[in-house]
């Protein structure tokens, strides 16, 4: 069972460039996000998708863009990339919708974006 | 304010021990819910232990519980009987009710690093 699968694991990019980082989960799952993560900072939450269609931002979510392909796909791009944008990126998914406070979040083993 | 603290940094445990990880929360909201995952070196996010803030007792998974004191808004998590693979961060999360777009319901701490000594 692949659960969420996330691509690239890994990528090194330089300013001003740009990227898709992508994920597909094959649970079915209705809700699927976007974190990163930073030294010290936890997981932030950069965009969240309640369901197919829909996209809604999260804490952080200047200088990226999202889009849920379909039920599966929820793809996060960087239109130029920063320094300030070197992180570990998560994508997950949950089996609730989004109004209900249960359901845990399945993540993908996550990219790691070095931005020069 | 934060939603999720966790004061504790960095703990050591001697194997075979238990630990108490900390964590308390902000929220005025009367339904929510709490979750703690592990992140060992390798990166990966596994989901723990679930409380919800209207469940009586407190939840218990294996080496895991949750002491759930609600009065107090804190979550800390107990691990019994700890091992060298319990080495790891730790982090807390809570989940609101959704409010309509542009609002976001789970929220993570900074994080834990449990290093468990042999």
């Known amino acids: 069972n692949a659960g969420v699968t996330q691509t690239p694991k890994f990528q090194v990019l330089k300013t001003g460039q740009s990227m898709t980082l992508q994920c597909a989960q094959d649970m079915n799952h209705n809700s699927m996000y976007w974190y990163r993560q930073d030294p010290g900072m936890g997981l932030r939450l950069i965009y969240y998708s309640a369901s197919e269609g829909t996209t809604d931002k999260g804490e952080v979510p200047n200088g990226y863009n999202v889009s849920r392909l379909n039920k599966r796909e929820f793809s996060l791009r960087l239109e130029s990339a920063a320094p300030s944008q070197t992180s570990v990126y998560f994508c997950?998914?949950?089996?609730?919708?989004?109004?209900?406070?249960?359901?845990?979040?399945?993540f993908g083993e996550g990219s790691r974006l070095t931005v020069l | 304010a934060q939603k999720i603290t966790q004061t504790q940094p960095g703990m050591f445990v001697q194997e075979k021990e238990a630990v108490t990880l900390d964590c308390t929360y902000d929220?005025?909201?009367?339904?929510?819910?709490l979750f703690w995952y592990k992140q060992p070196s390798s990166g990966e996010m596994i989901f723990l232990i679930y409380?919800?803030?209207?469940?009586?007792q407190n939840a218990t998974e294996g080496r895991y519980s949750l002491n759930f004191q609600k009065a107090r808004k804190s979550a800390n998590l107990v691990i019994s009987a700890s091992q060298l693979g319990d080495s790891a961060m730790y982090f807390c999360?809570?989940?609101?009710?959704?409010?309509?777009?542009?609002?976001?319901?789970?929220?993570f701490g900074k994080g834990t690093k449990l290093s468990v000594i042999p």
């Open positions: 999360a809570m989940r609101e009710p959704y409010s309509g777009a542009g609002s976001y319901q789970l929220t």
């Open positions: 409380q919800g803030s209207y469940d009586q």
């Open positions: 997950a998914s949950s089996p609730t919708e989004v109004t209900i406070v249960t359901g845990e979040l399945f």
């Open positions: 929220t005025s909201d009367p339904s929510y819910g």
